[in-house]
């Protein structure tokens, strides 16, 4: 079935319909050459419809273990040319089939690229799939819908779960947690309770864990839930990632603001300003930390990005809190910066031992 990409400018980009579905969403792109499951599992991107940069999408297929998320939840799809007969030892699908089941709206054969460079001159904006004979109300109706703001309660999970382990005990704020994001985390050995994003600060306080750790997540950060976090600063160790970074600048009395175009894919060099060294990361996020707003406070940034500069990292100069923006889990991506979660080993154990008196 032919359909059509139509963005909030008016720009149209014809192709081929995977499925029948309509969609609607923030238009956003991925420059990651691999790692298409991993994407369309991130629950951080709820409520988008993701553009894929690399031409050939879906090669090698398929397969549980990529998955991220009990589903998917992006609003939509958009590939240049989409593989249906995968090549794989791993496959166990291939990702047209993947599409289909899920219902996913899927549009390939479009130029990717061209609309790539719409969204980096005139920045993310709405945009929906519809069948090329879609009727101009139909159309109208779809970009008439009000964007979607709780889009941390779609993801977040619904119930209280354990990941046991040997080690520190960590309370896990889930805003749209990844599930290589737990799997890090308990392979460091830690014994993790997993709560839902608008769990209480008593509430995680209750479990008297040894540290807590907030979750990637998608939407605005002032849309999360930012008083639970400013309670729990100062109580426990806390590491946070991606929405948990922009969380904790928000909680400890900064800013955010939305980026032109975001920052998505698996290849961003970002700089550890205390060495000097760069890594390459894994990102996927449409909100940055407000520069000026960290003057005042007992912060200290540790991570720029190459490319923009923006605020990567920080931690705070007197309490055990620190946070990064990108994801060190990678998943996809590489596995350069898995590193801080030793970090957090490393801090949580410090704290244990001060407070036995050790």
């Excluded at 419809?49 to 297929?61: A, C, K, R, W």
């Excluded at 997993?194 to 979750?215: K, M, Q, Y």
Aim: charged content about 20%.
């Amino acid at each position: 079935m032919i359909g059509k990409l139509i963005l909030e400018d008016g720009s149209v980009f014809q192709g081929m319909l995977a499925s029948g579905t309509k969609a609607v969403g923030e238009v956003v792109f991925n420059t990651g050459m691999t790692g298409y499951q991993e994407v369309l599992t991130d629950p951080s991107y709820c409520g988008q419809i993701v553009t894929m940069t690399y031409p050939l999408i879906g090669n090698y297929g398929v397969a549980d273990i990529f998955e991220q998320a009990r589903q998917s939840f992006v609003r939509g799809f958009v590939v240049s040319e989409l593989c249906g007969k995968p090549s794989s030892w791993q496959a166990e699908g291939s990702l047209i089939s993947y599409l289909q089941a899920r219902d996913i709206p899927c549009i390939y054969g479009v130029d990717t690229r061209a609309i790539t460079r719409r969204i980096r001159s005139h920045g993310t904006m709405k945009g929906v799939i519809v069948s090329a004979d879609a009727q101009e109300s139909e159309i109208a109706e779809l970009f008439g819908r009000p964007p979607f703001i709780e889009v941390v309660n779609e993801v977040t999970t619904k119930e209280v779960y354990r990941i046991p382990g040997n080690g520190p005990r960590i309370a896990v704020m889930d805003f749209g947690i990844k599930r290589n994001i737990l799997n890090s985390m308990a392979q460091a050995g830690c014994d993790l309770t997993v709560l839902p994003a608008h769990t209480c600060a008593a509430e995680v306080l209750a479990l008297n864990p040894d540290g807590i750790f907030l979750s990637n997540g998608p939407g605005d950060p002032k849309d999360a839930p930012v008083a639970t976090v400013r309670e729990l600063i100062g109580k426990k160790p806390i590491f946070g990632i991606c929405l948990g970074h922009q969380l904790l600048a928000l909680a400890l009395g900064g800013d955010t603001y939305k980026l032109k175009f975001g920052h998505r894919g698996s290849n961003h060099p970002v700089k550890d300003l205390s060495t000097s060294r760069v890594y390459i990361t894994s990102q996927n996020h449409g909100y940055a930390i407000e520069e000026k707003s960290l003057a005042e406070l007992d912060v200290t940034v540790t991570h720029r990005a190459v490319n923009d500069e923006t605020i990567e990292g920080m931690r705070h100069n007197s309490l055990p809190v620190f946070s990064v923006q990108y994801h060190p889990e990678a998943a996809p991506g590489p596995d350069d910066s898995t590193y801080l979660f030793e970090d957090f080993m490393r801090i949580l154990n410090k704290e244990m031992n001060k407070a036995r008196g050790n």
